[in-house]
Nanobody, 128 residues
Framework: QVQLVESGGGLVQSGGSLRLACEYG???????IAWFRQAPGKQRAGISL????????HYADQVKGRFTTSKDSAKRTSYLEMNKLRPEDPGIYSC??????????????????????WGQGTQVTVSS
């Protein structure tokens, strides 16, 4: 049963912007939602998180100030607005949902092991 579906990936020039969307099912509507990126030849890395209980957002250092995550609960959709894209930003972007997260720093909360449900991912390519 598919719970999360990403869309919005594509090709963009370096310095450009792109907005990704993650539609999620009713079952995970109360979960924390994070975005992950897997670059070619690298491990999947968490880049942003929006907490379900207070809507606060948190980011990995490499995207702070450039990426913004948000959530529209009525549409059951999370967004990742990516600005000032860089040559190191390409990869497969996936959203994921976690029922529970530890009360620890963002870096630890963005570990993939905490997440129960995953989307298939959407490809982002940045041309220089």
């Amino acid at each position: 049963q598919v719970q999360l579906v990403e869309s919005g990936g594509g090709l963009v020039q370096s310095g450009g912007s792109l907005r990704l969307a993650c539609e999620y099912g009713q079952f995970v509507s109360g979960h924390h939602i994070a975005w992950f990126r897997q670059a070619p030849g690298k491990q999947r890395a968490g880049i942003s998180l929006i907490l379900s209980h207070d809507g606060s957002t948190h980011y990995a250092d490499q995207v702070k100030g450039r990426f913004t995550t948000s959530k529209d609960s009525a549409k059951r959709t999370s967004y990742l607005e990516m600005n000032k894209l860089r040559p190191e930003d390409p990869g497969i972007y996936s959203c994921a949902a976690a029922r529970n997260l530890p009360d620890r720093p963002t870096e630890e909360q963005l570990h993939p092991g905490w997440y129960d449900y995953w989307g298939q991912g959407t490809q982002v390519t940045v041309s220089s």
